[in-house]
């Protein structure tokens, strides 16, 4: 079955420190993997997008890794502000590239504390 | 200003009556798409749309109907079919359907008196 898990569920981290979110999946066969950003009550925005051939990618104080061997993507934030606090969901979708065969996962919660 | 929105922000259905989300675009999107997100649960897909006067149901249309008469518009009815419909809704656009990123509208709310 395919599924994308994320972990952990929520984190809590001082403003200024770094932080590691996770998400493994089993979609089979892949084709990309997307990073959202959802601000309580907002609809997601994207973050970043990797296909099979990326490694990482990164978007400001926002840095995506991947690896299509072990089926893991990991977004690492830097310098964490009080903005960043939201929800992060990692999407994964088939090799047919259908948009109904887009993976959610059910995103990390961070709050990031002053 | 280009963007995708949703209206109205709130939304409160009566037992047994229909409702109708609405979802505009003036982006030039091909596709359309209509999400459903409760607490706990990723985003389920309800409908979505590759082109005008075409559309598909995704892995939740039961008591969802929906229309796509013009490119810029994607108006989700709720029926009252839909015996569980408190929750958010969801509508994002993107160019073409198939690997392309998708764009959402700030979400309906949707609650049952």
């Known amino acids: 079955k395919n599924q994308v898990e994320q972990s952990p569920q929520s984190l809590i981290i001082l403003e200024g420190k770094n932080c590691t979110l996770q998400c493994n999946y089993t979609v089979s066969p892949f084709s990309n993997l997307r990073w959202y950003k959802q601000d309580t009550g907002r609809g997601p925005v994207s973050l970043t997008i990797m296909t099979f051939s990326e490694n990482t990618k990164s978007n400001g104080r926002y840095t995506a890794t991947l690896d299509a061997d072990t089926k893991q993507s990991s977004l690492h934030i830097t310098a964490s502000q009080l903005s960043d606090s939201a929800s992060y969901i990692c999407v994964v979708s088939d090799f047919s590239g259908n948009n109904r065969k887009l993976i959610w996962g059910l995103g990390t919660s961070l709050a990031v504390n002053p | 200003d280009g963007g995708i929105t949703q209206s109205p922000k709130y939304l409160f259905r009566k037992e047994g009556q229909n409702v109708t989300l609405s979802c505009e675009q003036n982006?030039?999107?091909?596709?359309m798409y209509w999400y459903r997100q409760d607490p706990g649960q990723g985003l389920r897909l309800i409908y979505y749309s590759q082109i005008v006067n075409d559309f598909q149901k995704g892995d939740i249309a039961e008591g969802y109907s929906v229309s796509r008469e013009k490119k810029e518009s994607f108006p989700l009815t709720v029926t009252s079919a839909q015996k569980n419909p408190t929750a958010f809704y969801l509508c994002?656009?993107?160019?073409?359907?198939?690997?392309?990123?998708?764009?959402f509208g700030p979400g309906t709310r949707l609650l049952v008196l």
């Open positions: 994002a656009s993107s160019f073409l359907a198939g690997a392309e990123t998708q764009y």
């Open positions: 982006l030039n999107h091909d596709a």
